[in-house]
Nanobody
Framework: QVQLVESGGGLVQAGGSLRLSCAAS????????MGWFRQAPGKEREFVAA????????YYADSAKGRFTISRDNAKNTVYLQMNSLKPDDTAVYYC?????????????????WGQGTQVTVPS
């Protein structure tokens, strides 16, 4: 089993920044993939960004490109999501997810492990 714990959410004004963290523990893996997803009220969970643990290759949703950066610290088993230029549309619960396969994927069903989520609120 893999346990994922997110932190770093909060309320930030439009144009501001936040950095989310996701700490992984348990049977962690060196070649898998970590992803960030988000879910706004009344909407489906959507992909934000993903990173491969070993290669560091990344992939972003169009909504995240140029504003968000995903990174990892292998020594700490932690993945980060740096979010800049935040907009009200970024308001959502942000989830960290993990899968053992190395390929970057945007599909929620492809991820085996999920954190509990952290709320990000950007008032309009």
């Amino acid at each position: 089993q893999v346990q994922l714990v997110e932190s770093g959410g909060g309320l930030v004004q439009a144009g501001g920044s936040l950095r989310l963290s996701c700490a992984a523990s348990g049977r962690t893996f060196g070649s898998g993939t970590m992803g960030w997803f988000r879910q706004a009220p009344g909407k489906e969970r959507e992909f934000v960004a993903a990173i491969n643990w070993s290669s560091g290759n990344t992939y972003y949703a169009d909504s995240a490109k140029g504003r968000f950066t995903i990174s990892r610290d292998n020594a700490k088993n932690t993945v980060y999501l740096q979010m800049n230029s935040l907009k009200p549309d970024d308001t959502a619960v942000y989830y960290c997810a993990a899968r053992r396969a190395p390929s970057l994927t945007t599909a929620t069903r492809s991820y085996n492990y999920w954190g509990q989520g952290t709320q990000v609120t950007v008032p309009s």
